[in-house]
């Protein structure tokens, strides 16, 4: 169960388990500062634009690691743009056993889940001290029919989200166990890239545990699979860090060239 954060006055709408809200004077969300607009909702959006969206996002929430930031079943009211730090999210398996749905980072937009049914699906747990800019939905929802690009934006957002689940159900169900772990790795390194960080050393937020119940693998196929990319040359492994030593070898094990 994770730790919950001590509670303060959060702004209306915000879930009972996110982290306290500093005030707005102190941590003021700005879309034309961030350094993740153009992966974020704001992407080619205008000057006046960016402001109006601005209003939009009044405060952030700030999470340490194994917080909760909403949890399945809870009503929803906002989306969340990960602006530090990064969070997974997990459903419950029909057996009670947690299943990682999600792996979420800079830039990313969390809690769309909500959307159809008013309520979270899945539980958003940080991974790292993470923080998130909260924007209200019915204030987002109402200037989107204002400004065409965000509307535009925001089904893209959801169109990725889709596809996504497209994208795992594809994965669980005909690539084998290399397969599987060798698309995960390509997927961080393309992630990584393009927030402009190395692509080819980072660290995996998520345990062995977690990416096994996420790429629908056993622990031990996850370690003995690190293991031997490792031992073939394709990646060198110390605890989280990995190093991509052959990309090629990646591309090829997920059938790109």
Avoid: W
């Avoid at 990682?100 to 747990?125: E, F, K, N, S, W």
């Avoid at 993470?130 to 939905?137: K, L, P, S």
């Avoid at 166990?177 to 997927?187: P, S, W």
């Amino acid at each position: 169960m994770p730790v919950q954060p001590r509670q303060s006055p959060a702004p209306a709408g915000a879930t009972p388990h996110a982290a306290p809200v500093i005030s707005i004077r102190d941590l003021k969300s700005h879309c034309t500062s961030c350094s993740m607009r153009e992966l974020c909702l704001p992407v080619g959006l205008g000057p006046d634009d960016l402001k109006l969206l601005d209003s939009v996002i009044g405060s952030r929430a700030r999470l340490k690691k194994g917080e909760s930031l909403y949890r399945a079943g809870e009503p929803f009211h906002a989306l969340y743009a990960v602006r530090l730090g990064s969070l997974k999210t997990t459903v419950l398996a029909e057996d009670g056993r947690e299943q990682v749905a999600g792996y979420h980072m800079l830039g990313d937009i969390i809690g769309l889940d909500g959307i159809g049914t008013d309520r979270h699906g899945c539980q958003a747990t940080a991974l790292e001290d993470t923080e998130v800019c909260i924007m209200q939905f019915q204030r987002l929802e109402e200037l989107a029919r204002k400004v065409p690009a965000l509307q535009h934006n925001l089904h893209r957002f959801l169109a990725r989200e889709i596809s996504r689940d497209h994208g795992v159900m594809l994965l669980l169900g005909s690539m084998r166990a290399e397969e599987r772990l060798a698309v995960f790795l390509v997927n961080l390194s393309e992630r990584y890239r393009r927030r402009g960080y190395s692509s080819t050393e980072f660290v995996l937020r998520m345990t062995r545990e977690e990416i096994g119940s996420y790429l629908g693998l056993k622990l031990e196929t996850v370690s003995r699979l690190f293991s031997r990319f490792q031992d073939e040359g394709v990646i060198q492994v110390q605890g989280r860090n990995i190093k991509v030593l052959e990309m090629a070898a990646l591309h090829r094990l997920v059938g790109q060239k």
